[in-house]
C-alpha cells in the first residue's frame, strides 16, 4: 500500500512539474516611434503572459475587434488572430519552440500595441 501511494505521489510530480511558469509580457501603446530600450508601460490597457504554448490576453476595457500577430524571430513562424474583446479576454495558441517572440495587438481605431519575450 505503502508502494502505491509512492508511485501515485511521484506521478502527481512528473505532472506537475511540467507546467511552465507564467511569463509575463509586457505591452507598450505605440504612440510615436519609440527611440531608445522599450520599457514596460504598467498602467497599459492590455495585460499579457505566455505559458503553456500560448498567450493569455486581458483588456481593461472592450476595444472592439483587435488583429492579433505574434511572430517568432528566431525561426520566422507567423500566428494570427482577429477576436473581439468584449469578453475581457482571450489567447491565441503559439508555440513552445526556443526564440524571440513578438507580438502586435491592433485595434479597430488603428492604435497599436506590442511586446516581445523570449522562450
Not at 511552465?20 to 508601460?41: A, D, F, S, Y
Not at 505559458?51 to 507567423?78: C, H, K, P, R, W
Amino acid at each position: 500500500m505503502k508502494k502505491l501511494f509512492l508511485l501515485l505521489f511521484l506521478m502527481c510530480g512528473v505532472l506537475f512539474s511540467s507546467a511552465e511558469e507564467k511569463k509575463e509580457i509586457p505591452i507598450i501603446k505605440k504612440t510615436e516611434p519609440i527611440v531608445g530600450p522599450r520599457t514596460p508601460n504598467f498602467g497599459c490597457d492590455i495585460m499579457a503572459y505566455y505559458q503553456d504554448g500560448a498567450i493569455y490576453l486581458q483588456f481593461a476595457y472592450d476595444m472592439g475587434e483587435v488583429e492579433i500577430s505574434v511572430t517568432n524571430e528566431t525561426t520566422g513562424e507567423v500566428w494570427q488572430q482577429t477576436e473581439d474583446t468584449a469578453f475581457g479576454s482571450m489567447s491565441i495558441t503559439t508555440s513552445t519552440s526556443a526564440g524571440d517572440y513578438y507580438i502586435t495587438i491592433v485595434t479597430d481605431d488603428a492604435s497599436c500595441y506590442s511586446g516581445s519575450f523570449s522562450i
